[in-house]
């Protein structure tokens, strides 16, 4: 832990490297306007002694103060900005870079690390953790070293200007601090109360409102009703202590302040009366009081942020630092044809301890088509990640003809497959330019071909917007549907070797034969490979890979297989001749 | 505003005490530069008394200040809270009455939003507003007030400054509230970016597509880094030029002030709570400037809340009743329906009746409108053309309440309440433990209730989710039995069970002694064919009605529905 915190630190301050300039210069900014903002009361207590009655003035002393004055103030103003402006450009600037290259990485990881972390996990690091490192370092650059500098400049020019009542805002100062830490850990009990029941409240809302139609349906509103105004008094009553209880930090502190204020003003008005003190002094000082309390205040603030920073990057870091995945492959080029896949003495297991695939020998031949059956579980799927190298093979070898996968560099090895998969993955894009993802380019006569071939055209159509109509997850396009679009987009331009992973799942079963009829067409001539669950749609395969436990049970027609009356046949009748 | 002020009248004591003790404690602030003036001029001529005097005087007046900081933050916390809560609970009962067509065109995920984050942001508006809007404002106008009691020259510094100050500070905000919109727009999008690069990888790969899809969120990166510059640039202007403004109007006052004390006009102690005065001016109108940033927010708000309080069921409700228990007799008449005005129509020219008792199929595959049937039937959409009548009384005639009563439907999406069994059983009416197992046994639920062993009080998990899908969907199934209605309706909601199961729901369905007019709808033939009859669904049309042999041999879109699901079997 003590090795990590700073490796951390000076990996997030490496990033300010190429910014080095501007972070020197943002410092320089800042202590100048610390300096000009702590002269203006001095400035301004000198002026008040050339003022002492009628008759009694230093105009030549006043002019020049004044002109001090006003070029004391324009070029604070001047600081503040640029170094305002600098500290943008910092810190949203690093949160830029840091978020690019979260996203270039998650490219490069490895699927497994996808599957493996939850997905609202690493959206969290690469927004929300970028978003609190880059509020951290705009306040750290801005608030922390000039509060600290506030503070000590203050605290010097007290000290030589009177030492006792320096020591008395020095004493007082700590107790506002106390107080308003005080009322804080009150409100906080409250705050959680509150947190909880709008918690509730919010899981109860989200529940009642996504099921709305539902809850219309059975008439049953008053009663939700009810239920939701059961917890929204809860939430009254915590909202109503939380707020007021927090809202108490400010007049509290804001009386201590009073007092202090008071005590500057009586012992200075003493030290005056005693001659020690000038009418001039007196008001420098109860200046510096309305200022030396602030940055107390803002620092404590500033450092619970530069914590949260701290363990955003932490987080971000931690994601970066995941190795991608290898890409030993030399083959950049390939040319596209039709080939064999082989499976050669392939072991693999997502768990070590959990042995999924053992030993497994399958060759489906050139322009063959080849489907895979199975109960959950058996290792359909994962024969499609490997073959598709979204996981490697523990050991064994998997060909293309005689091409190792493994000698072939990822993206060239992707790119000669097409694939559809249960998972209905689509951009939040047009419909038009979703079908046209592997080929931006396309024409909207071929876009409307593939939708077509895809039996989506029909669908579409009736869309409000038709072609032009955005995807988005409100559930607009129901998931048959959005499976149409996803056939739709590998129609566009069939590549020569076809996987298909459960692509139809949600189709009914008149479309699906409509669709497998088009695929049929495509798959002459082309090496695929098929997983389904709903058998009807394979019967037509060339060869017909039944498994289970990861192991190849059956293999052949589907004639072959039912006539053979094993494991295919059980499974083909279970789903047929019931009922 | 008028929906806020009509729920803030509710708490008048409290939205009304609230900034007038505001408006105390920041008259008693005003007075601490004219005692600190006090005590300059004239308390250290007169010695050590006098100036305690004062000072004893400055700490009460911060103790009242407290006393009335502390009442004001307890009435506005009150009425915010209050306030919030009402509206929370009439905007979703208002959500609740509203029609399926206003629920499709608002999208429940905005719904929830409005439900949650909005009307917090609002609460803290109001809370924020009763307890800064006069508090700033009085500081402001009082220091000038007060430092144009005390002056005289200097009265036309601060009738220029002041107002200019404002004016700046509205300018400030109005150009850079914009900007920050802006700025919270791309980070929407750079969001959604995120999450569909993680969701999508195995496409994204698939399709060799990850440079695309880097350079296209390197340029929403880019996007979000000149927005937010923009922004801080803009914004960033306040605190200098408010702080710039209000010094050089104290370096006036210095040497305006400087000049009227040499007359005699002035004294020392009243320049110095000229100054005074001027710096309390710039501390209240920062507060001012954010106050505005939030009161922009919360009024954003409250006008999208208002925005769906303004939504208004677009059917009428009717006022005729039917027997909700007795089995219905259904008619639908050259029905046609489509979701929007320039969508082909979803159901066209659709006839058929249902006689009372009679157990019917619905047939067809995805889109071909089956599911707008049911809808249309309940009243869920209105039809566009044709009539629909359920005991020969139009469904637009009948009461809503009545209608919801007399038909029981099983959706195709089985969700559940988190809760117990019973409280999903009963959806908020009064049940026996009797009428629930019944229930359960025709659904085929009871035996593995039995086996969980916690009988009715069986806990269920949000969505379900302890729940297997073939379980929950017999659940959903027992839920519309119970209600004991003439009509009901099974949305394809037997496609988690397998085969065995479904047809000893089907054996218990009609064996079960309740009368009652049922609808099924499904893409298996097995799940229909013995129904009373069937109709069939093509493309939104009606392509035949009849028996399962009447069908097979006259409807050639269902014999290819049948071909492709039995005709496998030899």
Redesign the interface.
Known sequence: MDKKKPSTLRRLLSYLKPQAFFVVLSFVLSAASVGLTLAIPVLIGRAVDFIIGPENVDFAAITAIVIKMAAVIAATAVCQWCGNLINNSISMGTARRLRTEVVEHLHRLPISYLDRHPHGDILSRAVTDIEQISDGLLLGSTQLFSGVLTILVTLVLMLLADPLITLIVVALTPVSFLVARYVAKNSRKMFEEQAKARGKLTAYTEERISNIKLVGVFGSQDEVCAGHDRINEELRGFSLRATFYSSLVNPSTRLIHAAIYAAVAAFGGFAVMGARMSVGMLVTFLGYTNQYSKPFNEITGVITEFQNAMAGAERVFELLDEKPESDEGKIGEMEEKCRSIGFDHVNFSYDPEKPLIRDFNVCIPAGKKAAIVGPTGCGKTTMINLIMRFYDADSGKICLDDVPVDDLKRTELRNQFAMVLQDTWLKTDTIRNNIAYGRPDASFEEIEKAAKEAAADDFIRKLPDGYDTVITDDGSISAGERQLICIARVMLDPPQMLILDEATSSIDSLTEQRITNDFDKIMQGRTSLIVAHRLSTIKSADVIIAMKDGQIIEKGTHRELLEKGGFYADLFNSQYNVG | MKLLGKYIRKYAKESILAPVFKML?ALFELL?PVI?AR??DT??GL??SA??K??IL??V???V??VS??SA??F???S???T??DI??DL??H??????KE??SV???V??TR??SDV?QL?NAV?MFL?LFLRAPIIVIGSTAAACIIGKKTNLLFGITVPGLFALVFLILALSMPLNSKVQQVLEK?????????????????????N???KE??ER??E??KR??AF??VS??L???A??VI??A??GI??I???E????VL??GT??AL??YM?QILLELIKLANLIIIESRGLASLKRINELFEIKNSLADGDQEICPEEPAAVCFDRVSFS??????P?VSDVSFSILPGQTVGLIG???SGKTTLVNLL?R?YEAGEGSITVDGIPVKKIR??VL??A?A?V?QKA?L??GTLRANLS???EISDEEAWQALSTAQAKGFVEEKGEGLGLRIE??GSNLSGGQKQRLTIA?ALV?NSGLLILDDSSSAL???T??ALRKALKEDPKDRTTIIIS?RI?SIKDADKIIVMD?GKTAGIGTHSELLSGCP?YR??YE???G??G
Do not use: W
């Open positions: 404690e601490i600190v005590i300059i308390d250290i010695g050590g100036v305690i004062d000072v400055m700490i007046l911060g103790l200040g407290f900081a502390v933050q307890y506005a916390a009150k915010a809270a209050c919030g809560a929370r609970s979703f009962r959500i609740n009455t509203l029609s399926y629920i499709d999208g429940t995920s719904l929830i439900m949650t917090n609460q809370n307890r750079i969001t959604l970016s995120v999450k569909e690069n993680i969701s999508g990888a195995r496409v994204i790969r698939a399709f060799g597509r990850q695309a899809e880097a969120f390197r990166s880019g979000l880094y937010q510059l801080g640039a960033g202007l605190n200098p030029f702080y710039a010094n050089l104290i370096v210095i040497y002030g400087g000049g004390v040499y007359e005699g004294t020392r320049v110095v100054v005074n710096s979701y929007g005005e320039n969508a082909a979803a595959n995805t889109g309940l869920n809503r309440s919801q009563s038909a439907v959706p969700a309440f988190s959806m908020g009416r949000e969505g839920r209600r397998d085969f065995a479904e047809a893409q097995s493309g879109v290819e529905i492709t699901q039995e496998t079997n």
